[in-house]
């Protein structure tokens, strides 16, 4: 179970209770993206992802050519570095937290959310066409009409 106090409180009801230092946070990421993509619009890409016994909540952000990249990692504890040098990265308690962060994130900025990775699949028996001599992933079947 992880320290509530550092959380923000999430009921099923869809009432929130967001905590301070986490709008705080949320809304330096929104500045520096500002910033960095001036009014341009905006796209964020959301994708969990885990990597050395953790989880993390990947939050990219782009517009035209530029990016950045904000990676919040799921540990249980709270931790929010001042947002510097083209990035963002963050602790958190939990998913809940992670995910109400980038959802923060993505409505301060009004951008055009892509959920998922669905480009670099590996499972043959789930692709949407086989793969071609030499390539080792290709685009996840997204019809299910494999699966029907």
Not at 17 to 33: F, Q
Not at 111 to 132: C, D, F, H, M, T
Request: proline share 6%; hydrophobic share 35%.
């Amino acid at each position: 179970m992880t320290d509530s106090s550092q959380s923000n409180y999430l009921p099923a009801s869809g009432f929130t209770k967001t905590s301070t230092e986490h709008h705080r946070w949320a809304g330096a990421v929104v500045k520096e993206a500002r910033s960095l993509f001036g009014d341009g619009p905006v796209q964020a890409c959301v994708w969990p992802y885990r990597e050395q016994g953790l989880d993390y909540l990947s939050c990219d952000l782009f517009s035209g050519k530029e990016s950045l990249p904000v990676t919040i990692c799921v540990c249980g504890e709270t931790y929010f570095p001042e947002v510097t040098g083209g990035a963002a990265e963050a602790d958190v308690c939990n998913m809940p937290d992670a995910i109400h962060i980038a959802g923060m994130i993505a409505k301060g900025l009004g951008a055009e959310v892509v959920l998922g990775r669905s480009q670099n699949e590996v499972n043959e028996e789930v692709l949407a066409k086989p793969l071609a001599p030499g390539h080792t992933n290709g685009p996840i079947d997204l019809s299910f009409k494999q699966n029907a």
